[in-house]
Structure formats: C-alpha cells, structure tokens
C-alpha cells in the first residue's frame, strides 16, 4: 500500500503535472475512499477504523487539493523546490500591479454608479476581463510547469492567479449584492 507521506499525484496514481483529466481524478477519488472509508473497518477494531479515518483524511485533503486549479499549481511548484510564500513575497511585476490598480479603480467606480442595470452591466463587463485574464493565467502557469518544467517562474504566476482570484469574488461579491 501507498505511505501516507506519498504526493497527492502518487496517492492518486497521476502524473506528476498540472495538466490532468479530472473525470480520472474523481474516479480515483471514489475508489480510494471506498477501500478506505472507516465503515468498512467496523468489526476489525478501534485502531484499524482510526488508521481507516486517518486514509479518508489524507485521500480528501489531496483530493481538495488536485481538484482546484489553484490549490494544484502551488503544490506542484512546492514539490519541486519552489515554495509560492504568498504571505511573505508579495512582489508582482509592474504591469500586474497597473492592471489590479485599473481593476480596482473600475470596481470602485462601478460602486458609485446609481443606475442597478448600468452598474450590473459594468461589473459583469469587468468580471469577463478579469475571467479572461484568469484564463491566461492559468495557461502560462500550466505551460511553465508541464512544458518548461520551470517552477521558479510558475510561482510568479500562482502569486498573480491568488490575486486575480481574490478579486474575482470581490466583483462576483459586487454582482449578487445588485437588485
């Protein structure tokens, strides 16, 4: 059997890479936590159903974590040496800095408009330029681990992806408070 130390891709038996087929991934998912679940260890005694929930534990923190995009990307680069430290490294190239300056300003300004249809209309436009800027994002990170196998420089890209995503829910925030 796997060790409970082995990577989330191991537990899993995928690659090691962002790409991945995420129909596998919860076929995977589903079979681990059948032969784990502690139910199935009821009538073999307390030491084998808390070894059985301590699978089920570990089998859903890696499941959690390869299924989100996000959560993936950082765990990748940190098991090849590249830690994301998002609270500790906070530096973004300039333009990335410029552009959440812009997508703060227009959210700010879509604060002010008085007009529901108006200011429904704004934010939507500026959560499609923010999806599409989520997407492209997304794409280099993957093209920087799976293509150039360059995890130093997808760390850049995770930090830029965090932020992005924050304020995606700010504006999506913004959107369900509209009448």
Request: net charge negative; hydrophobic share 45%.
């Given at each position: 059997?796997?060790?409970?130390?082995?990577?989330?891709?191991?537990?899993?038996g995928l690659?090691?890479?962002?790409?991945?087929?995420?129909?596998?991934?919860?076929?995977?998912w589903?079979?681990?936590?059948?032969?784990?679940?502690?139910?199935?260890?009821?009538?073999?005694?307390?030491?084998?159903?808390?070894?059985?929930?301590?699978?089920?534990?570990?089998?859903?923190?890696?499941?959690?974590?390869?299924?989100?995009?996000?959560?993936?990307?950082?765990?990748?680069?940190?098991?090849?040496?590249?830690?994301?430290?998002?609270?500790?490294?906070?530096?973004?190239?300039?333009?990335?800095?410029?552009?959440?300056?812009?997508w703060?300003?227009?959210?700010?300004?879509?604060?002010?408009?008085?007009?529901?249809?108006?200011?429904?209309?704004?934010l939507?436009?500026?959560?499609?330029?923010?999806?599409?800027?989520h997407?492209?994002?997304?794409?280099?990170?993957a093209?920087?681990?799976?293509?150039?196998?360059?995890?130093?420089?997808?760390?850049?890209?995770?930090?830029?992806?965090?932020f992005?995503?924050?304020?995606?829910?700010?504006?999506?925030?913004?959107?369900?408070?509209?009448?």
């Amino acid at each position: 059997m796997i060790s409970l130390q082995a990577s989330d891709f191991e537990l899993f038996g995928l690659p090691t890479a962002f790409a991945l087929d995420r129909s596998q991934l919860d076929l995977q998912w589903k079979s681990l936590q059948r032969k784990a679940h502690p139910d199935r260890f009821a009538s073999e005694g307390a030491a084998a159903q808390r070894i059985a929930m301590q699978w089920s534990v570990r089998i859903n923190e890696a499941y959690s974590r390869l299924k989100d995009p996000l959560k993936r990307a950082a765990y990748l680069c940190e098991l090849h040496g590249a830690a994301v430290n998002a609270e500790n490294n906070t530096s973004m190239p300039p333009a990335f800095l410029i552009q959440q300056m812009e997508w703060r300003e227009a959210l700010d300004d879509c604060k002010d408009i008085k007009d529901s249809d108006t200011k429904m209309a704004s934010l939507e436009k500026l959560l499609e330029e923010v999806d599409a800027s989520h997407s492209l994002a997304l794409a280099q990170a993957a093209h920087l681990m799976d293509t150039d196998h360059n995890f130093a420089a997808a760390v850049g890209q995770v930090r830029a992806l965090m932020f992005i995503e924050k304020f995606a829910h700010e504006v999506q925030h913004g959107l369900d408070a509209c009448p």
